[in-house]
């Protein structure tokens, strides 16, 4: 729990959905007309559930390593299975005292990871596009999908870009809490870009041409504005909220995460209590389910999705404290009138449709 607070402080809408929002989904109209909807088993059973974002490989690259089955791990094997997820991604986190040396280090938690699922063969598989997705979730095999967190790993070079994605990286977050070569950051107390820098537009150009999703979580908002205005594909942002509900410089306001709808992208809620409720203690699965009606309302149900950030020193609702208790966040949804195939959505199927979009079959 303590490894990422360590030495820190640190498609256009096209889809019908955000208009009548609040006449089908609003309130408890489920429940109170006596509606009963689909369990969690039959949405697993339906499509892989992903979840974009979690800090697994941070435990299972240190000194002492943790085993992906144990189950202190919030995003481990164990809590995923129990969860009924078809795919996780990991991310490789450059954090401040490797920025200098982050090429070797995102490489160094990626080797980790393959060779962790390397020697987990009838359970787990990397997969690097949806059709593998898929294909794994038919073999009931979790999918483990490579991500980066922290355009630091590039070294200000586009061809550690081509290298990363040959290695099978299919995100980016272009930022972690300080600003890089590539962008300025939502918690930096310096923005010397205001925004993208000029290579920074670069690495856009490049993520597009290789198929490699754009991820903002972490950004400023001038770089999302510049990222979503440059971008020809739709873009993520893998673990954020919604400013308008919980004030934090890490969520979007409502203008941002309606552009980003618009364009197609995809937006994974955050588990993290200090993201969910301004100055909370603690939480529910009742708190992120209001981020997720905030994003279908300012966007559709084309749009939110998963990103947890489990195992990366967050604080989860007290009925979602791991990745095994997502039914419960099921429940919640249901009660709120969402539909199976609306929580297929949230649960997968945004996902993998912007991975089919952007980095292909
Ligand atoms: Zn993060």
């Keep these: 729990m303590l490894l990422k607070s360590l030495g820190l402080f640190i498609f256009a809408i096209t889809f019908c959905g955000c208009g009548d929002f609040s006449s089908e989904r609003g309130g408890l109209k489920g429940i109170e007309e006596g509606l009963t909807g689909p369990s969690h088993e039959e949405i697993a059973a339906a499509i892989p559930i992903i979840d974009l974002h979690a800090d697994t490989v941070l435990y299972l690259a240190s000194s002492n390593p943790a085993s992906i089955s144990s189950s202190k791990l919030e995003a481990g094997l164990v809590n995923l299975q129990k969860g009924r997820y078809g795919a996780q991604v990991y991310v490789a986190w450059v954090a401040p005292e490797y920025r200098p040396t982050g090429f070797k280090r995102a490489n160094a938690l990626i080797d980790t990871l393959q060779k962790v699922v390397g020697g987990n063969p009838s359970t787990m598989a990397i997969s690097k596009n949806a059709k593998e997705i898929e294909q794994r979730f038919g073999e009931k095999k979790i999918s483990a999908i490579l991500g980066i967190e922290g355009g630091e790993a590039i070294h ?59 991820d903002i979580s972490h950004t400023s908002d001038a770089t999302v504005e510049d990222v979503v205005t440059i971008s020809q594909d739709p873009i993520i942002a893998s673990h954020s909220n919604s400013f308008t509900l919980c004030d934090h410089p890490r969520n979007l306001r409502d203008d941002l995460i309606k552009k980003i709808c618009e364009r197609g992208g995809v937006i994974g809620v955050n588990f993290n209590t200090g993201f969910l409720v301004t100055g909370a203690s603690s939480t529910t699965v009742k708190n992120l389910a209001n981020h997720i009606d905030k994003i279908v309302q300012l966007g559709s149900i ?16 007290q009925d979602l404290s791991n990745a095994s208790q997502l039914s419960n ?22 996902i993998l449709r912007i991975l089919k979009l952007v980095v292909g079959e």
């Design 156 to 214: 200000e070079d586009l061809n550690n870009l081509d290298y990363f994605y040959n290695r099978g990286v299919r995100y980016m977050t272009l930022t972690w809490n300080s600003h890089n070569a590539i962008a300025d950051a939502s918690q930096d107390s310096e923005m010397p870009w205001n925004g993208l820098s000029p290579f920074g537009e670069k690495v856009i150009k490049r993520m597009n041409e290789l198929g490699m999703l754009v």
């Design 302 to 317: 084309e749009c939110p999705a998963l990103g947890s950030d489990f195992d990366g020193s967050i604080r989860p609702p």
């Design 329 to 350: 966040l099921t429940k919640e949804l249901v009660k709120r009138g969402y539909s199976a195939a609306d929580i297929e959505k949230i649960y997968g199927r945004n």
